[in-house]
């Protein structure tokens, strides 16, 4: 397959999109460079969306799509957001030539879809306004045409971003991307297809072929549960990807997020600190004024009296100090009700003892008491016309000589006079902090830790699925079928088929298991800069299930474990092998690559620019920056592989791209 031209109305950032793609068979490189939102990944997407169809959920969607420039200029009202590509590939050895073009439009709040396909000279289209079963029909045919030439689930492997590749090699998954590659790349896919398929036909004929209707009924039953199991299975699967996909495509933003969340959750301690201490000054102000208030308008009782207290200080202490001591006096006196308590107590243990003492008068004996007691301990009082209140209130007189409002006063406005001069650095402060938050949106937090749980959930439901499958495959093994004396061909030939073709899947995989060994070792002793020319061979498993697995070793014999490279090694290892499965692979599809260089180093640049685009596909499509391949020192590198080069240019009054035939003013020889 090759792309001739992609073309584009009104899609996104682009109003008019024309652009050649051809390339000969000794320039098989496409280069088009941008700056970073001039439009690469959208031409990335216009191709990808010419093959495969937009999915536009609503006219909010619709509009998000359309051309924000021509939006504004004429409206959306009868305009289509358009793809058309134009493309080659081999059928029954002869060149046979596509153009496929998808149309949208907006037509009463509701999208409608226009699809035309020219195979040759014949045409197939449907539409929304298409009756169901001729839309069914035609869009079945069109899908298989362009499955034959690059099947949608392929198209990661050869339509992809750069950036993404190094977060796909990491342990858990690594194993299974591995066998997954080389399954659908190499199409043993299908004859894992072919097992199921067998295995469902083998299972209907056994059931006709038991005698007994329950057991043929129970049996039919357990069948169809493991079916309904096995999607099950398979649709867990599916979200355990998509969950996979999900935390490797937010996990560097997460962790920024992070990180920028801790940030931001100590500058809005910050803040809040200048904001209490700025609320804290209007109130301390607010209240000097109502004490400044108070003051005046008692001032005149206020100085009396301090004045006052201030001249009869001496006398106050000799009256106040009198009358505590009469008070200490008259508290060592018994109460009349503690006389009372003693008496009687001390009467009745008299009368106890002494019997014969007869009847004592107790009131008597109390009173006689009181009376010694007054007479004994008698107090003299010189001050006995002032009350308990009056002495309360000479004593305040006495201390209020001693507090000056007015110092108390000069205080507190000292310091609220420091606190205004602090007050506009402080809010200038308030400011900056204000400034330096992110404003990042930390909902991508909340939803990569859910994912992360999710991911484990996944884990345990496909295990416990697979111990159900494993079960109910138990139970219907256990039922047993006549055979029946006269020959059955068919059944004899379903019993084998499963085995056959799950053997045939696993021997395909082992007839090429050493060619992509030793092209993976060759490719990485090449492009692999830290291990070049030290790679020793790359062993890969081949028992035919999850359990393949992929590894490096050094020449000295020790293995180079995928988890210890960096980024750039681990973008290196999976577009070798994206080159090997490509080369070995049953489809020969354009390779198109966006952010080219992603993290590699500048050692690692240059060793892929050299040796691994040139001949990496039939027809390499490179979007690239300035700064990932320069025009200065990377451009010439190449340049005898390009047949094409393009640059986006972003019009920002216009909202638009325009390109011109060059890459940052450089050329493709001639």
């Given at each position: 397959?090759k792309?001739?031209?992609?073309?584009a109305?009104n899609?996104?950032t682009?109003?008019s999109?024309?652009l050649?793609?051809e390339?000969?068979?000794d320039?098989?490189?496409?280069?088009?460079?941008?700056a970073n939102?001039?439009g690469?990944?959208t031409?990335f997407?216009?191709?990808y969306?010419a093959l495969?169809g937009l999915?536009?959920?609503?006219a909010?969607?619709?509009?998000?799509?359309f051309?924000?420039g021509?939006?504004?200029?004429?409206?959306m009202?009868q305009?289509?957001?358009v793809?058309?590509?134009h493309?080659?590939?081999?059928?029954?050895?002869?060149?046979?030539q596509?153009?496929?073009r998808?149309?949208?439009?907006?037509?009463?709040?509701?999208v409608r879809?226009?699809v035309?396909?020219?195979?040759g000279?014949?045409?197939f289209?449907?539409g929304s306004?298409?009756p169901?079963?001729?839309?069914?029909q035609?869009?079945?045919t069109?899908n298989?045409i362009?499955?034959a030439?690059?099947?949608?689930?392929?198209?990661?492997?050869?339509l992809?971003?750069?950036?993404k590749t190094s977060?796909?090699?990491?342990?858990?998954q690594?194993?299974k991307?591995?066998?997954?590659n080389?399954n659908?790349?190499?199409g043993?896919?299908?004859y894992?297809?072919?097992?199921k398929?067998?295995?469902a036909?083998l299972a209907?004929?056994?059931?006709?072929?038991l005698?007994n209707?329950?057991?043929?009924?129970e049996y039919?039953e357990?069948?169809r549960?493991?079916?309904m199991?096995?999607d099950?299975?398979?649709?867990?699967?599916?979200?355990y990807?998509?969950?996979?996909n999900?935390a490797n495509?937010?996990?560097?933003?997460?962790?920024?997020l992070?990180e920028?969340?801790?940030e931001d959750e100590?500058?809005?301690d910050k803040?809040?600190q200048l904001?209490?201490?700025l609320?804290?000054l209007t109130?301390?102000q607010t209240?000097?004024?109502q004490?400044?208030e108070?003051?005046v308008k008692?001032l005149?009782?206020?100085?009396?009296?301090?004045?006052?207290a201030?001249?009869?200080r001496?006398e106050l202490?000799?009256?106040?100090?009198?009358?505590h001591?009469v008070?200490a006096?008259t508290?060592?006196?018994?109460?009349d009700s503690q006389?009372d308590?003693i008496?009687r107590?001390?009467?009745?243990?008299i009368e106890?003892r002494y019997?014969e003492?007869?009847?004592i008068?107790?009131?008597l004996?109390?009173?006689?008491?009181?009376?010694m007691?007054?007479?004994?301990s008698?107090?003299?009082?010189?001050?006995?016309?002032?009350s308990d209140?009056d002495?309360t209130a000479?004593e305040s007189l006495?201390?209020s000589?001693m507090?000056?409002?007015?110092?108390?006063?000069?205080?507190?406005?000292e310091?609220?006079n420091?606190?205004?001069?602090?007050?506009?650095?402080r809010?200038e402060?308030?400011?900056e902090?204000?400034?330096?938050l992110?404003g990042n949106d930390y909902?991508i937090?909340?939803?990569?830790?859910?994912?992360?749980?999710?991911i484990a959930?996944?884990?345990?439901?496909?295990?416990d699925?697979?111990?159900?499958?494993?079960k109910?495959q138990?139970?219907i093994?256990t039922y047993?079928?006549d055979?029946?004396?006269v020959?059955?061909p068919?059944?004899d030939?379903l019993s084998?088929?499963?085995?056959?073709?799950?053997t045939?899947?696993?021997?395909?995989?082992?007839?090429k298991?050493?060619?992509i060994?030793?092209?993976m070792?060759?490719?990485?002793?090449?492009?692999?800069?830290?291990?070049?020319?030290?790679?020793?061979r790359?062993e890969?498993?081949?028992?035919?299930?999850?359990e393949?697995s992929?590894k490096?070793f050094h020449?000295n014999?020790?293995?180079v474990?995928l988890s210890?490279?960096?980024a750039?090694a681990?973008?290196t290892?999976?577009q070798?092998?994206?080159k090997v499965l490509?080369?070995l692979?049953d489809?020969n599809p354009p390779?198109?690559?966006d952010t080219v260089?992603?993290?590699?180093?500048?050692?690692s640049?240059?060793?892929?620019l050299e040796?691994?685009?040139?001949d990496l596909?039939h027809?390499?499509?490179?979007?690239s920056t300035d700064?990932?391949?320069?025009a200065?020192h990377?451009f010439?590198k190449?340049?005898a592989f390009?047949?094409?080069?393009?640059?986006?240019?972003r019009?920002k009054?216009k909202?638009c791209?325009?390109?011109?035939?060059?890459?940052f003013g450089?050329?493709a020889k001639e």
């Amino acid at each position: 397959m090759k792309i001739k031209k992609i073309l584009a109305e009104n899609y996104k950032t682009y109003r008019s999109l024309d652009l050649d793609m051809e390339v000969s068979d000794d320039r098989p490189i496409v280069l088009v460079g941008g700056a970073n939102g001039c439009g690469k990944t959208t031409l990335f997407d216009a191709i990808y969306h010419a093959l495969y169809g937009l999915r536009i959920k609503d006219a909010r969607h619709f509009e998000e799509l359309f051309n924000a420039g021509v939006k504004l200029e004429s409206g959306m009202e009868q305009k289509k957001i358009v793809l058309e590509i134009h493309f080659s590939g081999m059928v029954l050895d002869r060149e046979q030539q596509y153009v496929l073009r998808r149309a949208y439009m907006l037509d009463e709040n509701r999208v409608r879809e226009s699809v035309t396909l020219n195979m040759g000279g014949n045409q197939f289209t449907y539409g929304s306004g298409t009756p169901a079963a001729m839309r069914t029909q035609a869009e079945e045919t069109i899908n298989k045409i362009i499955a034959a030439n690059l099947p949608a689930e392929l198209s990661n492997y050869f339509l992809f971003d750069a950036m993404k590749t190094s977060e796909l090699v990491k342990e858990e998954q690594i194993n299974k991307l591995i066998v997954n590659n080389i399954n659908s790349v190499m199409g043993f896919n299908k004859y894992t297809q072919f097992q199921k398929a067998a295995e469902a036909a083998l299972a209907e004929k056994k059931a006709e072929r038991l005698e007994n209707e329950n057991m043929r009924r129970e049996y039919s039953e357990l069948v169809r549960q493991k079916g309904m199991q096995e999607d099950e299975l398979e649709h867990l699967n599916s979200e355990y990807a998509q969950a996979l996909n999900f935390a490797n495509d937010n996990k560097a933003e997460y962790e920024q997020l992070l990180e920028g969340r801790d940030e931001d959750e100590v500058t809005r301690d910050k803040m809040q600190q200048l904001e209490s201490s700025l609320q804290a000054l209007t109130k301390s102000q607010t209240q000097y004024v109502q004490d400044a208030e108070s003051l005046v308008k008692d001032l005149e009782t206020t100085v009396i009296f301090a004045r006052l207290a201030h001249e009869i200080r001496t006398e106050l202490d000799i009256i106040i100090n009198a009358k505590h001591r009469v008070q200490a006096d008259t508290s060592k006196l018994l109460s009349d009700s503690q006389l009372d308590k003693i008496t009687r107590n001390v009467v009745q243990l008299i009368e106890q003892r002494y019997i014969e003492t007869g009847r004592i008068d107790i009131p008597l004996i109390v009173n006689e008491l009181k009376a010694m007691q007054e007479s004994e301990s008698r107090v003299e009082d010189p001050y006995s016309y002032l009350s308990d209140a009056d002495v309360t209130a000479l004593e305040s007189l006495g201390q209020s000589a001693m507090a000056n409002p007015f110092i108390t006063l000069s205080e507190q406005r000292e310091r609220i006079n420091a606190d205004i001069a602090e007050a506009p650095k402080r809010r200038e402060q308030l400011e900056e902090y204000r400034r330096a938050l992110s404003g990042n949106d930390y909902s991508i937090i909340e939803m990569y830790e859910n994912n992360a749980g999710r991911i484990a959930d996944l884990r345990k439901a496909i295990s416990d699925k697979q111990a159900e499958i494993d079960k109910l495959q138990k139970r219907i093994e256990t039922y047993d079928y006549d055979i029946p004396q006269v020959p059955d061909p068919q059944y004899d030939l379903l019993s084998q088929l499963p085995d056959f073709f799950k053997t045939l899947s696993l021997k395909l995989l082992r007839s090429k298991k050493t060619r992509i060994e030793n092209m993976m070792r060759d490719q990485l002793n090449i492009n692999l800069v830290v291990y070049a020319g030290v790679i020793g061979r790359v062993e890969l498993s081949a028992n035919g299930g999850d359990e393949v697995s992929f590894k490096i070793f050094h020449k000295n014999g020790n293995e180079v474990f995928l988890s210890q490279l960096n980024a750039g090694a681990k973008q290196t290892v999976m577009q070798v092998l994206l080159k090997v499965l490509y080369n070995l692979g049953d489809y020969n599809p354009p390779v198109m690559i966006d952010t080219v260089m992603g993290v590699l180093d500048k050692e690692s640049r240059d060793v892929i620019l050299e040796k691994y685009f040139p001949d990496l596909a039939h027809q390499t499509i490179l979007l690239s920056t300035d700064t990932e391949i320069t025009a200065e020192h990377d451009f010439e590198k190449i340049q005898a592989f390009v047949s094409k080069t393009y640059t986006l240019h972003r019009d920002k009054e216009k909202q638009c791209t325009t390109i011109t035939e060059d890459y940052f003013g450089l050329k493709a020889k001639e």
